[in-house]
């Protein structure tokens, strides 16, 4: 495997389930995100980590639970969605996140996630 | 006022034109000034980037940076139907942690 790969690539999914997209980075990054991307809106920031510590939260509802157990997994925990939270799921990683550089993005394919 | 202004298309172009894909933004912190081209069913790429203003060519592709009008501009020469996809902006400020800010994206259909 070589970049970002996110698994699963489509998730339906009712109210009350619970269920979990994974993400891994085989680039050697220190940070990784996640961003939610719906039609016509411009991407949302979700979360960021760097060394596995959380450095931002973007005001994320709680039925969002992010996990970075180290700095080549990301996990984004599900529970108790709403019928708009439907949208492409998008990981990235970068080298950091402080560099004073263009600390480029790499993202995964995403995980289209529909709620029923 | 949104920080980056994007039209989203979709924009249709025979096989051969020049397209002109552009954005505005209302930030002036912003100096990191990205394209990213987004296929369907992938996640987006780092086309290109320019910092602060001024051009930057690769090839059939010219990012254009206008920090006095903040708008940036990219143009593709001989538009292929692999040119096909979604162009997102992006932008950012330097110096220790920056978000980065993305446009909605402009679909781009090139026609054979």
């Known amino acids: 495997e070589t970049g970002v790969t996110q698994t699963p690539r489509h998730l339906v999914m009712g109210m009350t389930n619970k269920k979990s997209l994974k993400c891994e980075q085989h680039?050697?990054?220190?940070?990784m995100y996640w961003y939610k991307q719906s039609a016509k809106k411009p991407l949302e920031l979700m979360f960021v980590y760097s060394l596995e510590e959380r450095v931002e939260n973007n005001s994320v509802p709680s039925r969002f639970s992010p996990e970075c157990p180290n700095s080549s997994h990301l996990f984004l925990h599900l529970h108790t969605l709403q019928p708009e939270d439907s949208a492409l799921y998008l990981c990235a990683s970068s080298q950091s996140t402080t560099s004073t550089d263009l600390n480029e993005q790499f993202f995964g394919p995403g995980t289209r996630l529909t709620v029923l | 006022q949104k920080e980056v202004e994007q039209d989203p298309g979709p924009l249709s172009v025979p096989e051969g034109a020049i397209v002109s894909l552009n954005c505005t933004y209302s930030n002036s912190a912003f100096q990191y000034f990205m394209w990213y081209r987004q296929y369907s069913r992938k996640g987006p790429e780092l086309l290109m980037y320019?910092?602060?203003?001024g051009n930057k060519e690769d090839g059939r592709f010219t990012a254009q940076v206008d920090k006095s009008s903040k708008y940036i501009s990219l143009f593709i020469r001989d538009s292929q139907p692999s040119d096909s996809a979604t162009y997102l902006c992006a932008m950012k400020a330097s110096g220790g942690y920056q978000k980065v800010t993305f446009g909605t994206g402009t679909k781009l259909q090139v026609i054979p």
């Open positions: 320019t910092y602060s203003s």
């Open positions: 680039l050697g990054h220190n940070a």
